[in-house]
């Protein structure tokens, strides 16, 4: 004989506004089917039905409780405190590695066009004033300009603004000797405009173009490239290997603003992370891990 125990089981009942015990449920009139019919249809089963003979019982549940709830939540939390900054990190990286590509992209076929306007590059005038060089040689060429507009400072070009909010404005270095390794026109490219850090190798990068072939060339605060073979536009780093890329204790990805220069040129200052351009573009337009970021 199973006996089912009132003690155990309460069900909320539609056709009263009481709990009532098994016993009492049947006694009243109620069978078998009628019980599973109020259960099913009752709002809250407070306990497992229970009868003797049985060496198990069985919970009926609707949803979860509020512990189970919490526990879930709790490591929902964690798992995304571990990874989120961890794919914050890597969006952020590849939203600088496209844009300073698109704006490579723009450069060099600015200095495509023009060569088949004006001839190779060693014959561009590299004694004009920055703006007229620009306007000569590469304003005109310039594709996917939203906006343009002058900075402060008359050795700068204007800057010219791509739909995206990345910007980029040049620079001639000239010298009385026109052959000079410090004569170059540098491009500074910002990928998010006037906005903040503003470090190179952050969100600002260098490009130039270089008028000649030359075993090196010079800012005047460490070598920017070397083992140029023919005038055109490079990297910010080009021909150094990946160590000296990020450790070069002038320009390396790796350095900081505040680091000291070499012994050898007290009071000159480093241009940390300038090395970080040429860096991107060998590893393939990426960031690699090793790239202080």
Known sequence: MVVCYNRIVNVKRRTRYQ????????????DFLSLLSDISSSYKINKSFYCSGHKSYRDIKYGFTLAEVLITLGII???AAITLPSLINKYQKKIVVNRLKKAYSVISQAVEMSVNDHGDIENWN?????????????????????????????????????ADGTSFYGWMYSHSNVYARTTFYRIMVDINGEKKPNKLG?????????????TFYN?????CAKDISKAGLYPDGYGYNRDKLLNDSWRGCNKNDDDQPPASY?????????FCTALIMIDGWEIADDYKW
């Open 202 to 214: 952050k969100d600002t990068f260098i490009f130039y173009i270089f008028p000649w072939k030359s």
């Open 77 to 79: 939390g964690v798992v």
């Open 19 to 30: 709990d009532v015990g098994i016993e009492e449920y049947f006694r009243g009139g109620g």
């Open 126 to 162: 590299f004694g004009l004033e920055t703006q007229e060089f620009t306007d000569t040689y590469l304003s005109p060429y310039f594709q996917k300009i939203v906006s343009q507009k002058k900075v402060s400072g008359a050795a700068y070009s204007k800057t010219y603004v791509l």
């Open 219 to 223: 800012t005047g605060t460490g070598n």
């Open 266 to 274: 007290e009071g000159s200052s480093i241009q940390a992370g300038a």
